[in-house]
Every structure is written in structure tokens, then in C-alpha cells.
């Protein structure tokens, strides 16, 4: 395996140019150096399966790993079963999904705590999780590796340690480490290299460094208030965290080989690339 860049969805650019169709972003991508690409099912699974087809063969064709975002509804901490089998398919038709899409990789926000104690969510989520793997293994997805995020506000369920957790569950789970959340969690927790250790060496004593390696990444920089996560922003706009530069070297020097995927405003191609960029010059 080898460290992979890419987009979540289309740049400004890539529609500025003149291109329409997410079924062109592969060779956009490609042109740019950049070798992945995460559909996003955020707002509703709305593929058809003869697009996704016809994502995955230009997606063969010029070497980029596809992954989805799942929809930002599911919320596996909700007891209520007519919400909880809501989710349940949000998370079937995504594992579907990315698999004609040729991928392998589905990006989950796991809940929200709502009214509950926390403890009753996180097992509410955790069940949950077992449970979503027992209906995709009946429908033949056990391939797909379902990555739990990080989340950037104290109301979600998703702090770095109970990622990690949720991924001891199933060995198939990957984090998806979301670096500006974890940011926006702390108050600006990321600031130098230091910060950035700290995690993956929490995530290399959870799960082990093979697993750790192999993590789903999402970066961009981030406002925030009190209350956590505000908006994503971009790498041009300096007076926001956190900085790529001082993650690069620790995945160059640690061996690692994760997907990284920029969630930047608008330049998600083009900071994506400048990524790359600093992570061929360390």
C-alpha cells in the first residue's frame, strides 16, 4: 500500500472548467497528481448504479481509490427502531454503493448523544455497529471497511478514544481520523508535531500499527467556537488550523499508508495537491 490524496467531491475548479459530471473526476485527478476520491452520500444516497459504474471504470482507469461518505443522518445511538433500521440502510446502501463504485472504504458518523447518558449512546453505537457488519456480511459486503470519524463537537458521539474503541469491535473497522474535528474538539488542540504524535500513537496502542497505518484520513483547516466545529476552511486562509505540515513527516518516518481525503471549502483538489506536495518535501 502507499499514502493516496484526493478530494472529497468537486473542487470550485473542476466546475469552472467546464466539467459536469462526477464521472470526470478521476482523470481531473489524475492530471493533478491525485490519486483518490470520496463520494459523498452526505445529504442522501443518490447514485444510480449506472453512474457508479461508470465512476468505477474511470476510477480504474486512472488509479484513484474510491470511498463514500455515508448519509449524515444515521445516528446509531437512537433507540427508536424505526430510526435505527433508517440507519441500518443509509449504511447497506452505502457498503452497496461503494462497492460498484470499486471501493472499500465507507466513512460513518457514528451518532449523537441526544437526551441519553453518553454511556447508554456509546453502547447504543456500539451495538449498533455489530450489527450493521451482521446485515452486510448476509448481503455479501463483508469487504467493505466501515470507518468511524472523528467528530467536532462535544454533543457527537465520536472523540478520538471512542473512535478507537468502536474500532476494537471488528477488525475490518478503520478510523477515520479526522484531524480538523479533533482540532475543533480541543479548542485548537493541533498546533505542532507533538500534537499530531499524540494521536497516532494513541491509535497505534488501540488497534496496533498495522491497522493504524492504514487509517482513513480527512483534513482540512476548521473554524470553531465553544461549541466545537463551525465550518471548514482553506488552506489560504492562515489564521486557521490545523497545518498539514506537521503531520507529514510523522506518516513519512512511521510507514504509513493512509487515504487522505481534503474536506477544504471550495479547494478540496487543489489542497489536497498542496498536501501532496509537502508530504514529497519532507
Avoid at 461508470?54 to 486512472?62: F, V
Avoid at 470499486?102 to 456509546?122: S, T, Y
Avoid at 463483508?142 to 478514544?161: F, K, Y
Wanted: contains cysteine; aromatic residues 10%.
Amino acid at each position: 500500500m502507499s499514502i493516496r490524496f484526493g478530494p472529497s467531491g468537486n473542487s470550485e475548479s473542476f466546475y469552472a472548467q467546464g466539467y459536469k459530471a462526477s464521472w470526470q473526476a478521476p482523470k481531473w485527478l489524475h492530471e493533478m497528481g491525485l490519486t483518490a476520491y470520496e463520494y459523498s452520500f452526505g445529504r442522501g444516497v443518490n447514485l444510480s448504479d449506472e453512474m457508479a459504474e461508470k465512476i468505477r471504470l474511470e476510477a480504474e482507469k486512472w488509479n484513484v481509490a474510491v470511498s463514500v461518505h455515508a448519509p449524515y443522518y444515521i445516528n446509531l445511538a437512537n433507540p427508536d427502531p424505526e430510526k435505527r433500521e433508517a440507519s441500518f440502510r443509509y449504511i447497506l446502501e452505502s457498503a452497496r454503493l461503494v462497492t460498484l463504485l470499486g471501493g472499500d472504504r465507507v466513512v460513518v458518523h457514528v451518532g449523537a448523544e441526544m437526551k441519553m447518558e453518553r454511556a447508554e449512546a456509546l453502547k447504543n453505537c456500539r451495538a449498533g455497529i455489530l450489527e450493521a457488519y451482521r446485515r452486510m456480511d448476509a448481503q455479501g459486503l463483508s469487504q467493505v471497511h466501515l470507518c468511524p470519524e472523528t467528530m467536532g463537537r462535544p454533543s457527537q458521539i465520536g472523540d478520538l478514544a471512542e473512535t478507537l474503541d468502536f474500532c476494537q469491535l471488528d477488525a475490518r473497522l478503520l478510523p477515520c481520523v479526522d484531524f480538523a474535528h479533533l482540532h475543533a474538539l480541543g479548542q485548537g488542540a493541533l498546533k505542532e508535531t507533538a500534537d499530531f504524535a499524540r494521536v497516532l500513537d494513541a491509535a497505534e496502542a488501540a488497534l496496533g500499527i498495522d491497522r493504524a497505518r492504514r487509517m482513513h484520513v480527512h483534513f482540512s483547516t476548521i473554524e470553531y467556537t465553544i461549541a466545537g466545529e463551525k465550518r471548514h476552511r482553506t488552506f489560504a486562509e492562515k489564521d486557521y488550523g490545523p497545518r498539514f505540515q506537521f503531520l507529514a513527516p510523522l506518516l513519512k518516518d512511521r510507514g504509513y499508508a493512509p487515504r487522505i481525503i481534503c474536506e477544504c471549502k471550495g479547494t478540496m483538489a487543489e489542497d489536497a495537491r498542496e498536501m501532496l506536495r509537502l508530504y514529497g518535501a519532507v
